[in-house]
């Protein structure tokens, strides 16, 4: 996930629990005062989630031009690293 992203979802969640303020983001930090480690957590939290997905598989001996990995071994993977989806 690119930073840009990364900050617009942190801004998004910040905004909302302070009746839409949001900081100013300059020189790699935010000009409020409980901004910048909420950030910090923020980008902490998103940094250390990482999963293991399943290998790719030939489904039943079908060639697919794209990759594939069944979706019940994706949902195991998330399952079990705590990740909820959609």
Not at 9 to 26: I, L, Q, S, T
Not at 53 to 61: A, I, Q
């Amino acid at each position: 996930m690119s930073d840009d992203k990364v900050r617009a979802e942190f801004e998004a969640w910040y905004g909302k629990r302070n009746d839409g303020f949001v900081p100013h983001y300059f020189d790699c930090e935010y000009d409020w005062y409980d901004a910048q480690p909420c950030w910090q957590a923020w980008q902490a939290s998103r940094a250390s989630l990482c999963v293991e997905l399943p290998e790719e598989e030939e489904h039943k001996g079908v060639h697919y031009d794209i990759d594939y990995m069944p979706t019940d071994a994706v949902r195991a993977a998330l399952d079990k690293a705590g990740v909820k989806y959609r």
